[in-house]
């Protein structure tokens, strides 16, 4: 069975950096999309970031453009998400999340999910 474990999270200060990995396993994921999700307190879980496994192409949310980066490591069945500039608004848990067939942005397409990581920026 597929598993997605986040790792990463933490408290940091605005302007500050932190990077999430999401370890991926149980399955082969090279045609799978991996996404990043976050739920603030209060709001809909909204998307972050995705990318094609395969062929690594990227697409983000406007409110992260510019600021956050993701990335996989083939050899390590890992994803990450570099976030830079970090701002309060950011404050959220980060949730990564698989989806075996397209390469979208829709939560409903994502079938698998992590548990969630708590990220915290103070100003």
């Known amino acids: 069975q597929v598993q997605l474990v986040e790792s990463g999270g933490g408290l940091v200060q605005a302007g500050g950096s932190l990077r999430l990995s999401c370890a991926a396993s149980?399955?082969?994921?090279?045609?799978?999309?991996m996404g990043w999700f976050r739920q603030a307190p209060g709001k809909e879980r909204e998307f972050v970031s995705a990318i094609r496994w395969r062929s690594g192409i990227t697409t983000y949310a406007d409110s992260v453009k510019g600021r956050f980066t993701i990335s996989r490591d083939d050899a390590k069945n890992t994803v990450y998400l570099q976030m830079n500039s970090l701002k309060p608004e950011d404050t959220a848990v980060y949730y990564c999340a698989a989806d075996p067939t397209r390469f979208s942005t829709p939560r409903a397409n994502y079938e698998y999910w992590g548990q969630g990581i708590q990220v915290t920026v103070s100003s």
């Open positions: 149980g399955r082969t994921f090279s045609s799978y999309t």
